[in-house]
């Protein structure tokens, strides 16, 4: 193989390797991002139950005071009795404070499962509360880890950018300019093998006079279907 060409494929092994490594830098805050997602939610999740608690500790306040009101007007109620004058009078105040009687029973039940719900939402929003701490730790270790894995792949980065224009230097500019311009325009890949008479990039076939031409490896050949600069593999 003539040297422009191995020294071109050289090129575009190293400029892969650098494309990789930037689209693995992309990747890195992936994770972590989805931890993050988990945590708004969590959070979400948090303040709605903190919002139910607030509107059941309002409730229980309201019946609380209720019952309060109530509790006076039944002890009324019952000193009254001692000064009823008939009977009429007897069975209307007997049953008002049966009536207050029953929906004082009813509000001490209603306090009860408040209370009960009230506790529920707590241990619930103390459990998402823990949920949340180890979300953030774990976000908290990610975050090292993509902070280390980026220092790695820069590192890298820089080495085979070295390489790169190492190798670059041996190519003469009009063809790294075609060089540079097939591989932006195909995604890394300017240079394709051609196996049997089939680019290997773009898996046409090469006219057989062109093949046999590419066999012959005297000049450098563009694939007809995708343009790029072609190679035989079995050379
Ligand atoms: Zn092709």
Redesign the pocket.
Known sequence: MRPELSTLIKLQGIDLEIRKLGNDKLELPKRLNAIKELMEEKDAEVAELKDRLADLRTRKTEVEDELELEAERLKKSQQKMSSVKNSREYQALSKEIEDIKKSNKAREDEIIQLDEEIDRLKKEVKEKNKEVDKLKKEAAAEQKNIAKAEKEIDAKIVSLSAEHDEVADKVKPDLMARYKFLSEKREGIAL?A?DEGI??????N?PPQMYNELLRDEKLLF??????I?YALKV
């Open positions: 394709a051609v680019c290997s990039a773009c898996n046409m090469i694939c007809p279907s995708c343009q790029r072609i």
